[in-house]
């Protein structure tokens, strides 16, 4: 394939208002993507390892130069309950949230919700103390 044809060319802002059908390999885990099952029309994210690419500025738009891959960090809840993955990118460090999808991994999904829990940024051995220093009366109980 000629290197002018190996990225089709769309009119900016073409992915907001258009289905994206397009499948591809995950650069992170290898395996294949495809938008059937996702839930919605515009597949984002690799369900398996909910890696992605830097491709978008503004959602849709395929406006970025950067090209890095993008990890899954965190996890949030929208205001209407939704759940939405927290990708950082491993090149540049920008930011962005993608909703998830209906065929994401539930394992991946929890294990990324429960990371601060199980890694907290304190010593457990101390929550007593620093209860008591707040005013509690320093008891788990």
Not at 6 to 33: I, L
Not at 58 to 68: A, H, K, Q
Request: overall charge positive.
């Amino acid at each position: 394939m000629n290197r002018e044809n190996k990225r089709k060319q769309f009119q900016k802002g073409y992915y907001k208002t258009h289905p994206c059908g397009d499948s591809f390999t995950c650069k992170v885990c290898g395996r294949p993507v495809v938008p059937a099952g996702a839930g919605s029309s515009h597949r984002n994210h690799c369900p398996n390892c909910l890696s992605s690419l830097h491709v978008d500025i503004e959602p849709g738009d395929r406006e970025s130069g950067c090209g890095g891959i993008m990890e899954p960090i965190a996890v949030w809840a929208r205001k209407n309950g939704e759940w939405a993955v927290i990708h950082r990118c491993r090149q540049c460090g920008e930011l962005s949230s993608n909703r998830i999808a209906a065929d994401d991994n539930p394992m991946k999904l929890m294990s990324i919700a429960m990371k601060p829990v199980a890694l907290p940024p304190f010593p457990l051995e101390k929550i007593e103390e620093m209860t008591a220093l707040m005013a509690g009366d320093g008891k788990l109980t």
